[in-house]
């Protein structure tokens, strides 16, 4: 188990922690974890397990475990395909000059 693993853990526990409270921080915690997905391969299964096991204590395990798979899902598809679509105009473009 390494970093992601301990860094997405704590990250579902401050995000279940700030949802319990009731505070707003967990709607931006969110969304910038989209603009992480953009430079992280976030969707991998560590990240995901800690995820999961972050928010277990205050959701139960089913919630935070489709809630974990559909967010995977979305930043695969942003680190691969948007990313790489980003990565390969760049490429293009600077290869001309």
Do not use: D, N, W
């Amino acid at each position: 188990m390494g970093y992601g693993f301990f860094g997405a853990l704590f990250f579902g526990i401050a995000l279940s922690y700030f949802f319990s409270i009731g505070s707003e921080a967990p709607g931006v915690m969110v969304m910038g974890l989209f603009i992480l997905a953009l430079f992280v391969p976030i969707y991998r299964e560590e990240y995901l397990l800690g995820f999961v096991l972050g928010m277990a204590f205050t959701f139960g395990g089913v919630l935070p475990a489709v809630v974990g798979v559909v967010l995977a899902l979305m930043f695969a598809f942003l680190f691969i395909l948007v990313r790489g679509g980003i990565l390969f105009l760049y490429s293009k473009i600077t290869a001309y000059k």
